[in-house]
């Protein structure tokens, strides 16, 4: 993160890491879900917006503060009954058999239809336009995506995420990419005598250059 006025975050993957079952370790997760507008003001922002998008494959494993957001979207159906209500409940039973359609679609190997999904949008009554189709062109490259994602390498061995000051080894990536240190620290949301220091110890074993 840094002080632009738009944040957007992805979290891909989500249930791989923040299970409703792994009850302390999501206990932490959610501590710093709920921190980031702190988080975002203590980069020295004043106002903006921070949208965060979680993809995941079961419904029901990720914690409802995260998956309770202001709008939805479903590309396969579930196989469990208890997941198939909640989501029905959701979105209603008439987009149910059309988000079934589209998962036996993807079944049969059309990827055109990829790019439909069902939608609902919270605080919008279903009756009232709160439910949907969400289409969405598949784009295959993305010329100004971010460098930096987070993934599995911002984690340790026990899964837990490394903070963007502690991670030396993304510094160091992006320094052997050609980076200098203030891009490093624009892109890390740091700052530049921080990733400076870092890159020096770790170039000297542990030693203030």
Not at 48 to 63: A, M, P
Not at 123 to 146: C, L, S, T
Request: glycine share 10%.
């Amino acid at each position: 993160m840094d002080t632009r006025p738009v944040q957007y975050l992805i979290v891909d993957d989500a249930s791989k890491r923040m299970s409703s079952r792994a009850v302390f370790e999501q206990r932490e997760v959610l501590g710093v879900f709920n921190r980031l507008r702190h988080h975002y003001e203590d980069l020295g922002a004043t106002k903006g917006i921070v949208i965060c998008e979680f993809g995941w494959q079961r419904w029901i494993d990720l914690d409802p503060g995260f998956r309770d957001g202001s709008s939805v979207i479903f590309k396969t159906n579930m196989t469990s009954d208890s997941e198939r209500r909640m989501i029905e409940d959701l979105i209603g039973p008439a987009y149910m058999g059309r988000l079934d359609w589209i998962w036996d679609q993807i079944d049969r190997g059309n990827n055109k239809i990829k790019g439909l999904s069902v939608g609902r949008i919270g605080p919008k009554a279903i009756d009232q336009g709160g439910v949907g189709y969400y289409r969405h062109k598949m784009v295959w490259n993305f010329p100004e995506f971010p460098e930096i994602l987070l993934g599995d390498e911002w984690l340790d061995e026990k899964g837990r995420y490394i903070e963007p000051t502690n991670n030396v080894d993304a510094m160091s990536r992006m320094a052997a990419a050609g980076k200098t240190h203030l891009e490093i620290a624009e892109a890390l949301g740091i700052g530049r005598s921080t990733v400076t220091k870092a890159l020096n110890r770790a170039r000297t074993g542990g030693v203030e250059a």
